[in-house]
Structures are given as structure tokens and as C-alpha cells.
């Protein structure tokens, strides 16, 4: 388990390894910046989140404590809001959207409602825990980078390596510590393939259920088109697509390749303003001395976070 005082240890290594009070935690010369900058990152978001949910703890912990099907959108928001404020974000806006997270997650405890996997019906999860928390991290940092190498120029091998340095801080700001995390990009590729064969991932019953409501549901003006749900079920380790039982026919593989061909085209020729959202915008901003983005970064920003600015609601 992260505790409160836990979480304040990882801050203090945070604070005294971060760019700075303005530029945040990693600032405009790291990795990271560079990958989150993309729109084209959001290829990725629906594998995330199916990863995510093929861990049975957090299928169930989504399915009872989340607002996924009432409010999409707001879940949407508050997840990008999150970690763009730890990414983009000053340096007290970071640490304060770790806090927020941490309080958060701190209220989402329960029993599980029935056997999957290794997890016994009702014993206990929380999303506080190391294990849970790991995988989460885990699946934000390898599908960012699964993303904009679907699109655009693949990192070397040295760059590989600071994107994991500098995603270990990031995982600091989970509550993650060194000892927690793998210590180099091949123990973090390793643990990743492990987690992907190994039972700890079951697709159970709830996971399914939100998958379907996400993918499918009843909703048909925020269903992902053809070509983003076969993109995304192609991205999924086979065991899990299978889990959540997408299947793959010759029309919709044929979408996701058209689909990708002509964003490979066309994304990389967008002007910058259109290609980097708009919490980066923000933070270039910022760097610059604004005390507030321009009307365009703030539009971005309400599609990004759903609101017209990262640093609105105080310091922490």
C-alpha cells in the first residue's frame, strides 16, 4: 500500500529532481514531453484502458466506484486532466494532481464480487496498492509510446532508455519508488510481457461488461468508429482480445489499415497548433512568462481536460 506519508517521501525525490517551479516535473527538453506533446497519443487510450480493465481489481473497482457509463466524457477528462497535470503541469500543479489522485484512489476499496484469476471472491482490493498501481503506470507509459511509434519516427534505443528514467519519476508520482519499478527499459519490457501472459490479467465478467458499454454500448454518438475499435483490438495482446471477445474480420482489419495510412500521411503535415495538445501549449506558455494561454490553447484544453486551463484551480 502507498500511504499518505509514503506518498510525501516520493514527492520530496519529485521536488528535488524536477526542472524546476515552472517548467514542472520533466520540462520542455525531456522524452516525455516530446511523446505527450502528440494528439496521436489517443490512438492508444482504448488499449490502455482495456489493459487496465484486464486486471481484475481494476474491472472491479471501475465497475463500483467509477462514473464511467453515466459521465464518459467527465471520466475521459478527469484521466487526461490527471496526468497532463503531472506532465505539463508547474511544479506545485504536479504535486498537487499526484495528491488528488492518491485521495481519490484512497476511497476506491472493496471486495471482489467473484473469483477471477488468482483473486478469491471477496478479497479485498484497493487502488492504492503497489501491485495495481505498477500495472496502471505501466500501461499509460508502454501504450504512449506503442502510439506515437505507430505514427511517427520510432525512438532509438538511447532515448528509450531516458523515456524510462524519466517515466520512473512519473511513477514517483504514483507513490512509486525505485524499488518499485524495473531499473532499466529491458526490465520494464520484461515485466510488461510477463504481465501480458501471466493470470494476474484475467478478462473477467465486469471487464467485459464495460468493455462492450465503451466499444458497443448504447450510446451511438460516442461509440469509437470501426477503424479505432479494430486499431485498438490489434494493439491487445491476442490471450486479451480474445478475453474480451473482439473479433477481427477481413473489413475491419482493412479499416484500421486505411485509417492508419492516412494518418501516417496526413498528421505528421498538421501545423503545431493542431498537433500538440493543449496542456503542452499551455506549459510552453508558461515557459514564456503568459499568465494565461491564448483562446485556441484554451479550446484545446476544454477537449483535452475539459477546462480552459491546467493550473485554474490553485497550487498545492
Known amino acids: 500500500m502507498v500511504s499518505g506519508s509514503d506518498l510525501e517521501l516520493s514527492l520530496d525525490h519529485v521536488r528535488a529532481r524536477a526542472a524546476g517551479p515552472v517548467a514542472g516535473v520533466f520540462g520542455p527538453d525531456t522524452v516525455t514531453w516530446r511523446i505527450d506533446r502528440e494528439a496521436v497519443i489517443f490512438l492508444g487510450a482504448g488499449r ?34 490527471i496526468v497532463f497535470a503531472m ?3 508547474s511544479l506545485d500543479r504536479a504535486l498537487l494532481a499526484s495528491r488528488q489522485l492518491h485521495r481519490r ?76 519499478l524495473p531499473a532499466d527499459w529491458a526490465g520494464f519490457a520484461n515485466y510488461t510481457a510477463a504481465m501480458s501472459q501471466s493470470d494476474t490479467l484475467t478478462v473477467s465478467t465486469a471487464a467485459r461488461e464495460i468493455a462492450t458499454q465503451i466499444f458497443t ?10 477503424w479505432y475499435r479494430a486499431l485498438t483490438a490489434r494493439m491487445l495482446p491476442e490471450r486479451l482480445r480474445a478475453g474480451f471477445g ?26 503545431d497548433r493542431l498537433r500538440y495538445v493543449g496542456p503542452y501549449q499551455e506549459a510552453q506558455a508558461r515557459l514564456r512568462g503568459e499568465t494565461q494561454p491564448d483562446w485556441m490553447t484554451r479550446c484545446l484544453n476544454r477537449a483535452w481536460i475539459g477546462r480552459p486551463q491546467m493550473d485554474m484551480r490553485g497550487k498545492g
Open 217 to 226: 454500448g448504447a450510446r451511438p454518438w460516442l461509440r469509437p468508429p470501426r
Open 87 to 89: 506532465v505539463f503541469g
Open 246 to 271: 473482439f473479433e477481427l474480420d477481413a473489413r475491419e482489419i482493412r479499416s484500421a489499415d486505411n485509417a492508419l495510412r492516412w494518418i501516417r500521411r496526413v498528421y505528421p503535415r498538421l501545423p
Open 105 to 180: 484512489h484512497g476511497m476506491i476499496v472493496g471486495e471482489m464480487p467473484e473469483t477471477v484469476g488468482p483473486f478469491a471472491a471477496g478479497s479485498r482490493y484497493c487502488a492504492n496498492d503497489v501491485p495495481s498501481l505498477r500495472w496502471v503506470h505501466a500501461t499509460l507509459v508502454e501504450t504512449a509510446l506503442m502510439a506515437h511509434d505507430l505514427v511517427l519516427a520510432p525512438l532509438s534505443e538511447e532515448e528509450r532508455e531516458r523515456y524510462w528514467a524519466e517515466s520512473r519519476m512519473f511513477g514517483a508520482l504514483f507513490g512509486l519508488t525505485g524499488n518499485d
Open 48 to 81: 490502455a484502458l482495456l489493459l487496465q480493465l484486464a486486471h481484475p481489481w481494476v474491472a472491479a473497482a471501475i465497475a463500483e466506484h467509477s462514473k464511467t457509463f453515466s459521465d464518459p466524457i467527465g471520466r475521459f477528462h478527469r484521466t487526461f486532466g
